[in-house]
Structure formats: structure tokens, C-alpha cells
């Protein structure tokens, strides 16, 4: 009967050991699930016209998640999704041409998608963001500089996180083809688009 009790004992340490390993594995794994607030963002960008100036646009419907550990957001899971179709530059004909097959096909590629891969810090409220952005079924890698406004309890109680993100691409690598040279050299419409994002997520209460 004692090495029983010594048996039973001995099993009952083993299995609240277990469970506590358990328990502290899962909180190490545990992650926090942010949404964006689309009233306080924006997703912007800009492009050369007729070498000397620079015409902007925004997209209005746009959408996005993160996850990460804690708040210093160090390895966080970003996703986000833009409707092509809510492409706006305050001019109806240019956004139509924007929609068009010379662009963006908005009919035939409807979203623009970017996943993240890694969100590594790069100096003090400073990251570098690399990810997978397809536009008009490409795909390409591309990395955002990202300054990291940081957390705050807004007065309803509610966690907010702030960013800003940049970077650059070639829209010719999407096929976003349309190209008209001027005579004295240079292209109507310039190859580099510069995108900036100003994110403000919440975090989702426990």
C-alpha cells in the first residue's frame, strides 16, 4: 500500500508538472490580434507627372490585421488588402483610366494584397517590414521603412498602436504598363510609385 501512495504520489507531481509546462508554453505562444481603425489610417501614394510635379492618390476601402506577441510587436503577422476599385485622386477621368487595363484592371484584379514575411527592428521606433505585395496577380518582395508611433489607452479604455510606412516600387514590375514619352524626354507618367501607409490598429480586449 505505501509504494502505492509513493506510485500515486509520484504520478500526480509528474501530471500538475505537465499541465503547469503546459500552461506556461501556451502563454509563451499566446498572441495578440490588433485591428485596424480605418477612421484614424490611410493608405497613400504618389507618382512623377510629366517629369516636374507629383500627383497623389489614396485607395478609401482598405483592410488589415496584425499579430503579434506583445507590444513591442517584434516578429508581428501583417496582412493587409486594398479595393483597387476605391482608387481616388479628385479626378473622375484619371481615376477611370487608373481602373482601366493600362493600370490596375480593377474589373479583372480587384485587391491588391500584401502579407508580411518578417517585422525586424532597425533602431529605436524603427522596423523594417518585408513582405509578398501582389498587384494585378504579381507578386514581388518588397520592404517598408516603418516608424513606430507607439501604445497608448485612448479614453474609452481601449489599447492603440500607431505606424507609418514607406517604400517604393516600379510599377512596371506589376504591368501597370501605360507609357506616354515626352518630346523633350521622360515619361508622362513616372515609373516609381511611392506608397505611404499611417496606420492606427486596436487591440482586441481579452
Known amino acids: 500500500m505505501k509504494r502505492m501512495n509513493i506510485f500515486l504520489g509520484s504520478a500526480l507531481v509528474a501530471l500538475v508538472a505537465f499541465f503547469a509546462q503546459s500552461v506556461m508554453v501556451q502563454s509563451a505562444l499566446a498572441q495578440n490580434s490588433w485591428s485596424l481603425d480605418k477612421s484614424h489610417s490611410s493608405l497613400k501614394f504618389g507618382v512623377k507627372h510629366l517629369v516636374v510635379s507629383d500627383v497623389e492618390g489614396s485607395f478609401k476601402n482598405f483592410a488589415g490585421s496584425v499579430t503579434a506577441k506583445d507590444d513591442t510587436f517584434a516578429d508581428a503577422q501583417i496582412d493587409f488588402t486594398a479595393e483597387v476599385a476605391s482608387i481616388n485622386t479628385d479626378d473622375e477621368k484619371r481615376d477611370g483610366h487608373l481602373k482601366s487595363d493600362d493600370f ?54 481601449n489599447t492603440k498602436a500607431g505606424f507609418k510606412a514607406a517604400t517604393s516600387i516600379n510599377r512596371f514590375d506589376y504591368n501597370l504598363k501605360w507609357n506616354t514619352m515626352l518630346e523633350a524626354g521622360g515619361a508622362v507618367v513616372g515609373k516609381e510609385i511611392k506608397i505611404t501607409a499611417n496606420i492606427e490598429l486596436t487591440k482586441a480586449k481579452a
Do not use: C, H
Not at 474589373?107 to 509578398?132: D, H, I, R
Open 104 to 157: 490596375f484592371n480593377a474589373e479583372k484584379f480587384p485587391q491588391m494584397k500584401f502579407v508580411g514575411k518578417s517585422f525586424k527592428k532597425a533602431g529605436k521606433n524603427k522596423y523594417k517590414l518585408t513582405g509578398e505585395l501582389t498587384i494585378r496577380d504579381v507578386t514581388k518582395t518588397v520592404t517598408f521603412d516603418v516608424d513606430f508611433g507607439g501604445v497608448v489607452k485612448d479614453p474609452w479604455g
